[in-house]
T-cell receptor, first 114, second 113 residues
Framework: AQSVSQHNHHVILSEAASLELGCNYS??????LFWYVQYPGQHLQLLLK??????LVKGIKGFEAEFIKSKFSFNLRKPSVQWSDTAEYFC????????????FGRGTSLIVHP | DAGVTQSPTHLIKTRGQQVTLRCSPK?????VSWYQQALGQGPQFIFQ???????QRGNFPDRFSGHQFPNYSSELNVNALLLGDSALYLC????????????FGPGTRLTVT
């Protein structure tokens, strides 16, 4: 079974600061990787996903993530955050060729001060 | 195009009672998955329905059961409620059984007292 670790549980930044949220997974096979975002009072929505190909994936709202297979990592980045990026961020992984059921990390709460 | 909808939004129940939560998938989607999200945690997979059958199940007791209807909508039933069942229950739909990309509903907040 796969597992996901998000080491930063709470992150506080000022606007225009750069963001990097860590995500590491544990699984021996091929995986699909996701980042979801949950804005205050809103539903969980997909930010970006990686299935195959270029390990640098660009998502919505200026976010990107890089899949480093050797490190089992899929870190989320944004060069300059905005107050509107305040949200909960979840990394998820599913096993390709397996159940395809995603396993989520416990999430990172990001607060951006204006 | 309506996304995934869930009802009710909030629910308060007493220990030992039973509850039914409902979900309508996004238009064009035929697969529905249910998740439990405890406070401060990520969503945990409960089960998935496709073609009106439970196809996969997570590590949840039999008190958690579900159903999918011919129009692809789904229900989650929880019997003999425990305090620990208090959580946000999320429904997600996808277009195929593989579920590469899931669309989530707003959730039902269940409080058990």
């Amino acid at each position: 079974a796969q597992s996901v670790s998000q080491h930063n549980h709470h992150v506080i930044l000022s606007e225009a600061a750069s963001l990097e949220l860590g995500c590491n997974y544990s699984y021996g096979g091929t995986v699909n990787l996701f980042w979801y975002v949950q804005y205050p009072g809103q539903h969980l929505q997909l930010l970006l996903k990686y299935f195959s190909g270029d390990p640098l994936v660009k998502g919505i709202k200026g976010f990107e993530a890089e899949f480093i297979k050797s490190k089992f990592s899929f870190n989320l980045r944004k060069p300059s955050v905005q107050w509107s990026d305040t949200a909960e961020y979840f990394c998820a992984v599913n096993a390709r060729g397996g159940s395809y059921i995603p396993t989520f990390g416990r999430g990172t709460s990001l607060i951006v001060h204006p | 195009d309506a996304g995934v909808t869930q009802s009710p939004t909030h629910l308060i129940k007493t220990r030992g009672q039973q509850v039914t939560l409902r979900c309508s998938p996004k238009s064009g989607h035929d697969t529905v998955s249910w998740y439990q999200q405890a406070l401060g945690q990520g969503p945990q997979f409960i089960f998935q329905y496709y073609e009106e059958e439970e196809r996969q199940r997570g590590n949840f007791p039999d008190r958690f059961s579900g159903h999918q209807f011919p129009n692809y909508s789904s229900e989650l039933n929880v019997n003999a409620l425990l305090l620990g069942d208090s959580a946000l229950y999320l429904c997600a739909s996808s277009r195929d059984r593989v579920g590469y990309e899931q669309y989530f509903g707003p959730g039902t907040r269940l409080t058990v007292t």
